[in-house]
T-cell receptor, first 116, second 114 residues
Framework: GENVEQHPSTLSVQEGDSAVIKCTYS??????FPWYKQELGKRPQLIID?????GEKKDQRIAVTLNKTAKHFSLHITETQPEDSAVYFC???????????????FGQGTILTVHP | ETGVTQTPRHLVMGMTNKKSLKCEQH?????MYWYKQSAKKPLELMFV???????ENNSVPSRFSPECPNSSHLFLHLHTLQPEDSALYLC?????????????FGNGTRLTVT
């Protein structure tokens, strides 16, 4: 099955700096890669996602890049703010063929702390 | 509001108790999921229901029993749990087509087994 590795496990940055979180996956059939943000005591919320037919996607201060050959994808947050502090999870979804439900394998999570 | 509502938010139970977690989604989705979130571990997929039929059971112990009476409701029945089952249990839903991801999560039930 799919295996997703996420690094680093913790990341501390100063406000205004950039933050980068990296994930690798094992199943070359994976074709959907979302990133979730989970604030303390709250539910995971999708912040950005990318599909395998795209190499990069950007949404304001957040961007995701995908390298299918190397089987890794990264989350980039620019101009970080204290409210970006949270746990970030990457995930990968394999091509399920005829199965029509979504099945995500998650990384271990990265605790991001942005210091004012 | 999240579109996916879970109750209760917190649950403390003894190892001999029987309890149930409830999830309800108001998004018109027809696939629902139970995930387990333990400290320092990735979210673990437990069960998937698509169109009210269980399509995935990731080798979850029988002390966890899911029920999906319709596409809007999902339950997780708990019986004779162990302390290591203490975790945050997250419900999620999605459209029943792969291209219609992503998952939408509820706020979870924080379960403590004593």
């Amino acid at each position: 099955g799919e295996n997703v590795e996420q690094h680093p496990s913790t990341l501390s940055v100063q406000e205004g700096d950039s933050a980068v979180i990296k994930c690798t996956y094992s199943d070359s059939a994976s074709n959907y890669f979302p990133w979730y943000k989970q604030e303390l005591g709250k539910r995971p919320q999708l912040i950005i996602d990318i599909r395998s037919n795209v190499g990069e996607k950007k949404d304001q201060r957040i961007a995701v890049t995908l390298n299918k050959t190397a089987k890794h994808f990264s989350l980039h947050i620019t101009e970080t703010q204290p409210e970006d502090s949270a746990v970030y999870f990457c995930a990968a979804s394999p091509n399920a063929g005829g199965t029509s439900y979504g099945k995500l394998t998650f990384g271990q999570g990265t605790i991001l702390t942005v210091h004012p | 509001e999240t579109g996916v509502t879970q109750t209760p938010r917190h649950l403390v139970m003894g190892m001999t108790n029987k309890k149930s977690l409830k999830c309800e989604q108001h998004l018109g989705h027809n696939a629902m999921y139970w995930y387990k979130q333990s400290a320092k571990k990735p979210l673990e997929l437990m069960f998937v229901y698509s169109l009210e039929e269980r399509v995935e059971n990731n080798s979850v112990p029988s002390r966890f029993s899911p029920e999906c009476p319709n596409s809007s409701h999902l339950f997780l029945h708990l019986h004779t749990l162990q302390p290591e089952d203490s975790a945050l249990y997250l419900c999620a839903s999605s459209q029943d087509r792969q291209t219609r991801l992503p998952l939408h999560f509820g706020n979870g039930t924080r379960l403590t087994v004593t």
